[in-house]
């Protein structure tokens, strides 16, 4: 078949659009190199340590040790965990202490290798009382511990705020701003940027315990024990030390819940806690920029192991 003059520069101009047909990267922006998760410590008794039965009278020497694993991205300095021991008589059981803190770090997961693991062990223990019958109880390990959760956001700045140009290269106004969290049980949410005022922005976010049957609490709350029934623990629960900043440390916000400053305690309701912030752009140059800022938030955390162990009376077995 002749093709027609007419139709000869149609058809070419169809190959010619077939062949640049692109598709959209909808791959989401890495910001960091966080893993996430929303673990801590995972803690477990080593095996047999305590076992499931032992002998009265002082006849079987046993240990108790409480293993743990960094799951989370916050290395823990040496003294930074506290494991305390509850549920036992400590005079019975011939322990020299129920108190117990680390002497080592325990390094945080990278994405190409897990967490340290390392184990708090309370020494040998007996049971010296001389027993009538078997009695079953339960070892009860509190563990509290130093722990970080760092959330990185990139946030648009300019001077006048509320004049938008096409030309811009970020939205100021944005309630899908990218931010990710670094492994840990308290987590950075719902990260809102907005407009307040022609100079002024504001960011919201929102700080949730993703482990509700856990607690948390001040940082320095817990000091040699680990005791969550405490007049301590009472005055420090629920409570976080937050610091909102830049990594050149030039941008001063201003955070309502931390009176006002960058950076202070406040406490949480029902694990959440909504948080607003507000920054001066008066200095900040007139072209649009995107800005990486750090949502910092230190507390202590407490997890819990139980195991039952019985007591059996060796004179009648």
């Known amino acids: 078949m002749r093709l027609t003059p007419i139709l000869i520069p149609i058809l070419i101009v169809a190959l010619l ?50 293993q743990l ?6 290395t823990i300095k040496s003294g930074g965990i506290i494991a305390s021991l509850s549920g ?8 020299a202490s129920l108190h117990k803190k680390s002497n080592f770090d325990l390094d945080r997961k990278y994405s190409d290798r897990i967490g340290a693991t390392d184990v708090i062990e309370f020494g040998e223990s007996k049971y010296k009382i001389d027993l009538s019958s078997d009695f079953t109880t339960k070892i009860i390990a509190d563990v509290c511990y130093n ?4 959330a990185a956001t990139s946030i648009c700045l300019k001077k006048d705020t509320k004049q938008y140009k096409t030309a811009d290269a970020c939205a100021i106004n944005n309630d899908k701003i990218t931010f990710e969290n670094s492994g840990a049980p308290l987590q950075i949410t719902n990260v809102v940027e907005s407009a307040s005022g022609a100079n ?7 700080i949730e315990n993703k482990k509700p049957t856990e607690s948390f609490y001040k940082p320095g709350t817990f000091k040699d024990k680990c005791v969550p029934s405490s007049d301590e623990a009472r005055k420090g629960e629920d409570t976080v030390y937050i610091e ?4 050149a440390k030039r941008l001063n916000f201003k955070c309502s819940a931390l009176g006002d400053d960058n950076k202070g305690e406040t406490k949480l309701f029902d ?3 909504q948080v607003s912030c507000t920054l001066d752009t008066n200095s900040l140059q007139d072209t649009a920029f995107e800005q990486l800022v750090d949502i910092t938030v230190d507390y202590m955390y407490r997890g819990a192991v139980s195991k ?7 004179q009648i077995y």
């Open 200 to 206: 002024r922005i504001k960011l919201d976010f929102t």
């Open 308 to 314: 039952g162990i019985t007591i059996k009376n060796a």
């Open 147 to 150: 722990y970080r959760t760092v």
């Open 271 to 273: 694990d959440k806690k």
């Open 17 to 66: 659009a077939a062949g640049c047909t692109t598709t959209k990267d909808t791959t989401p922006r890495k910001l960091t190199d966080y893993v996430g998760g929303l673990d801590g410590l995972s803690i477990t008794f080593e095996e047999e340590a305590p076992p499931d039965e032992v002998f009265d009278n002082g006849e079987t020497p046993f240990s108790i040790a409480v």
């Open 88 to 95: 036992i008589n400590q005079n019975d059981f011939s322990l």
């Open 69 to 74: 694993k960094n799951e989370g991205e916050y």
């Open 244 to 247: 909102v900043t830049d990594s």
